[in-house]
């Protein structure tokens, strides 16, 4: 099994672009999250989807917009990304209390 | 205030040495308690999960008092191996299920 997986691992954006970041998870979880990590802060949930079709706000959505339109797939989309998402992008997917990681997406936005 | 407070570190131990975590929380309805350990550029990974009466995993104890809202960890002996960021993580139930992750305490084991 591969666990969580994400792509891509780096990339770097310029103000007002936009991009996908893809999360797949083989371990048929229902409950899928994106997180973001900034120093001296913890992982904070912008957005989480309890099963298929299903997606909810976190803390910090503003700026993002997710779907989940398979399973296994989390989808986390930038619009028009700005300098202040910067920042490392972690996917997860939990069973019981557990939560399993992607390895990150680390992303600048310039 | 923070709903889970970590001290930041860093923790600077030399091999062999006790090392203890301590980690607070804000919400008494708090029902679940973790230790993750996320090395450096790596994604979080479960350490161990924290119980009331308290419980041990090798040179890893993890302690909760509810009445002080505090979780703690402890590692003896420790390894180089040991060094990491140790993220204390709480589960509330408010409405649906709530975690929220402390902003982790760095810890580096020296030969």
């Known amino acids: 099994n591969a666990g969580v997986t994400q792509t891509p691992k780096f990339r770097v954006l310029k103000t007002g672009q936009s991009m996908t970041l893809l999360c797949a998870q083989d371990?048929?979880?229902?409950?899928m999250y994106w997180y973001r990590q900034d120093p001296g802060m913890g992982l904070r949930l912008i957005h989480y989807s309890v099963g298929e079709g299903t997606t909810a706000k976190g803390e910090v959505p503003d700026g993002y917009n997710v779907s989940r339109l398979k399973k296994q797939n989390f989808l986390l989309g930038l619009e028009s990304a700005a300098p202040s998402q910067t920042s490392v992008y972690f996917c997860?997917?939990?069973?019981?209390?557990?939560?399993?990681f992607g390895p990150g997406t680390r992303l600048t936005v310039l | 205030r923070k709903e889970v407070e970590q001290d930041p570190g860093p923790f600077n131990v030399p091999e062999g040495a006790t090392v203890a975590f301590n980690c607070t929380y804000s919400?008494?309805?708090?029902?679940?308690f973790f230790w993750y350990r996320q090395d450096c550029r790596k994604e979080p990974k479960l350490l161990m999960s924290?119980?009331?009466s308290g419980n041990e995993d090798g040179r890893f104890t993890a302690q909760l008092n509810r009445a002080s809202q505090y979780i703690s960890l402890l590692i003896r002996d420790s390894k180089l191996s040991d060094s990491a960021t140790y993220l204390c993580?709480?589960?509330?139930?408010?409405?649906?299920?709530?975690?929220?992750f402390g902003a982790g305490t760095r810890l580096f084991v020296k030969a």
């Open positions: 924290v119980y009331s």
């Open positions: 371990m048929n979880h229902e409950y």
């Open positions: 919400n008494s309805a708090s029902q679940s």
């Open positions: 997860a997917s939990t069973e019981d209390n557990e939560q399993f």
């Open positions: 993580v709480v589960k509330t139930r408010t409405g649906g299920f709530k975690t929220i």
